[in-house]
């Protein structure tokens, strides 16, 4: 009987000292834990060198997507150009192909044909104007003083004399170029 008691009495005292020690290894744990949380908040010179290590990493590739889009800029910006110095180089050849025509236009009337006319009354001269090509008849009126080129567009035909007179106004205006005329 002794001996059963003392047994019980060393499971009981048994159970309390197994208790007694897995709370203290579970206060222990939980400490440990901690610790080891705590660990990458201390030590912030292993996350500097990752951030850097990171960083150095992307700067190539970054710095060539930069280069990148600034080269597509630089290209958008050097095709504008190229268009615009293209319709500057179409508007030079429209201007002078405009004053070669002008010229040969102004050519046709020749010194000695424009005596002739300004020598004439211009009744006449707009009888013999109304029967000539209409651009050597406005070359000719537009060599002529203006009084007397008024006379003899009051002379011809009205609608000759308008013909004329745009005539005359085309070839003075330095705006009108080949492709207007054509329009």
């Not at 090509?133 to 006379?151: C, D, E, G």
């Amino acid at each position: 009987m002794i001996g059963s008691k003392l047994n019980s009495h060393l499971r009981a005292n048994g159970r309390t000292l197994a208790l007694a020690a897995v709370g203290a290894v579970l206060m222990v744990i939980p400490g440990a834990f901690a610790e080891e949380a705590a660990k990458p908040a201390a030590d912030p010179s292993g996350s500097q060198d990752e951030i850097r290590q990171f960083c150095t990493s992307i700067a190539d590739p970054a710095r060539d997507q930069r280069y990148l889009l600034q080269k597509q800029a630089l290209e958008k910006l050097q095709s504008d150009v190229d268009a615009r110095i293209a319709i500057m180089d179409q508007r030079k050849a429209e201007y002078e192909d405009w004053l070669k025509r002008r010229n040969d236009f102004l050519a046709k009337a020749d010194d000695g044909l424009v005596q002739i006319y300004k020598n004439m009354k211009p009744d006449a001269a707009a009888a013999s104007l109304d029967n000539v090509k209409i651009t050597i008849a406005s070359a000719i009126i537009m060599k002529l003083k203006a009084s007397q080129a008024s006379l003899i567009l009051s002379e011809m035909d009205p609608q000759k004399a308008a013909t004329v007179t745009n005539i005359m106004s085309s070839a003075s205006d330095p705006n009108t170029s080949k492709t207007k005329d054509t329009q």
